[in-house]
């Protein structure tokens, strides 16, 4: 295409700037709102699979009851009767933190010497627990660890008081220590956790003598685990059960793919009205030009110069939105996030780490389906322009009598 058209096209979008600012609204707006969710969807599986591993830590297997956990004697005969070491009990549910804007924040009762092999949150490089860790969650009732993080943030510090709601109990808790892991997965993990010790976790949350669960790390692909396994199960009363680690998350992982698929389906709807707005302008435009369009073709331009010509023009411009709409769903994401998040806690599970995450495929994403779109909402009028023979593009009444012969 010769760039003498591509400025007579490009002149009349100055021209007129009124319809070029809405085409390119229209193809920012579809942008961005796919963008937004696909960034806030990325955050929210993200948030997720941080909070699910900082539960399950190493662990390989799992030991559940039914709604009201486990009694905690199971431990004690699997210690004693198989002499299992890595095993580690796990009393957990969601508290609500008063002093953090009633933030929810998951409550995770361990027993400090069992849980080295598990999760080193509160445990040396070398797995081996301080002393003074050690000493104050075994003589001091009551007290819990805190991320660091979210104890500056909320201007905390070690023996600041903390009011955790669970359901009709009020508990009133101390932040014993701040934690603060070398990695940031870890840190990131932590920011939606309180650690105490399985005592208080049980007088808290009212599961005296319970425990939510029993973390297993046991190699299954040898011989003596699968016996483990075995021997595991003959000693488990009825209505409990082992699982892999996996299989619970990965029933959680199936339903939150189906809840981002809907929300991105949702946002391709925003793209479908943007082409059909790209498309009604563009074909207003080659209407409106009709004369000029004529006119090159009375000179000679061809009819590829005319399609060429169009589309260049409807991709320029859909560039220029699909830009605008990057920026935009950026911004736009990371206000959606958290109706995100909110939707899965009432529908779904409770996420207590909401980081907002940029994801350069979201961005290749909308790049891709902006200017796609752009150039197929194009195509039809850049088609009409140039189906038709340029005595007829100079007449005025051609439309009206195509219309007239198509009709009845």
Known sequence: MKPILLRIGLRYSNQNLLQTILLILGVAIGV???????????SASRSFQI???????????????????LDEDIYRRLRLQLGLEKIAPVVEDYVTVIELNRR??????????AEAP?????????GALPVETLSTILTQPNSVFLSEDVARSSGMTTDSKLSLEHGSRNIEVFIAGLLQPDDRISRQALSGIIITDISTAQETLGQIGRLSHIDLLI???????????EQIRRILPPGTSVERSESRSAVIEEIKSAFEFNLFALSLLSLVVAAFLIYNTVLFSTIKR??????????????????????????ILGVIGTLLGLGLGVILGKGLIHLVTQTINDLYFTLTVTGF???PLSFIKGAFIGISASFMAGLVPAWEATNIEPVGVLRRSEIENRVSRALP
């Open 32 to 42: 961005a709102v796919i963008v937004a969710v696909d960034l806030a969807n990325k």
């Open 51 to 69: 909070s699910a591993d900082s539960i399950t830590g190493r662990a390989t297997h799992r030991i559940t009851g039914g709604p009201s956990g």
């Open 357 to 359: 995450s940029l994801s």
């Open 104 to 113: 929810p924040m998951r409550l995770l009762g361990l027993d400090p010497f």
């Open 290 to 315: 009709r004369p000029t369009l004529g006119a090159l073709r009375a000179l000679g331009v061809t009819k590829g110069q005319i399609f060429g010509m169009i589309i260049s023009e409807t991709l």
């Open 219 to 229: 190699d299954t692909t040898l011989n003596s685990g699968k016996t483990e396994i």
């Open 118 to 126: 598990f999760r080193n949150y509160v445990a040396n490089t070398d």
